[in-house]
């Protein structure tokens, strides 16, 4: 089922390769924190699946509002979260987790379990790549948003001086 939601993600964003890829990344980061972690399965398939539409709703934003900004994402997403899965045949309780996790991956406050926190996680680890996130905050975004082990190595490994 995840294979799906990715071909719905790929064609959702069409030509848009920097948001494909992006959102790649993050799944994959996500996925290998979250297996490292040893979540519970279904924690580990909220995970990946709020990770691979992490940024649904930024197609939505830029079209209604003329903005990616983080309020017009979070408020977009849940419903496009619901319409692919919903179709899929995912449980109420994980379409309402994935819904819930998407529609707040910015609001940082919110985060209330690992799955969430490693989707947050995963995203700061390619932001940081990405240039959406300067080097200059890094001391800052370790010490408050990274709390689980395995991507605090990977994060260490991957930009620490």
Do not use: C, W
């Amino acid at each position: 089922m995840i294979e799906k939601v990715v071909e719905f993600m790929i064609s959702y964003f069409e030509k848009d390769r920097k948001m494909i890829n992006h959102t790649l990344k993050v799944y994959g980061f996500a996925r290998t924190i979250g297996k490292l972690e040893k979540l519970p399965e279904e924690n580990q398939l909220t995970l990946e699946l709020a990770s691979i539409l992490h940024d649904i709703g930024i197609k939505v934003s830029r079209e209604k509002y003329n903005s990616s900004d983080a309020k017009y994402q979070e408020k977009e997403g849940p419903a496009i979260v619901r319409s692919i899965l919903e179709p899929l045949g995912f449980n109420e309780d994980i379409i309402e987790r994935v819904s819930f996790i998407v529609g707040s991956h910015h609001s940082y406050d919110k985060i209330d379990d690992a799955d969430f926190r490693i989707v947050v996680e995963a995203d700061f680890l390619v932001n940081l790549d990405e240039g959406f996130v300067p080097m200059s905050e890094f001391d800052f975004v370790r010490e408050n948003y990274f709390k689980t082990e395995s991507s605090a190595k990977m994060l260490d490994s991957m930009y620490k001086e």
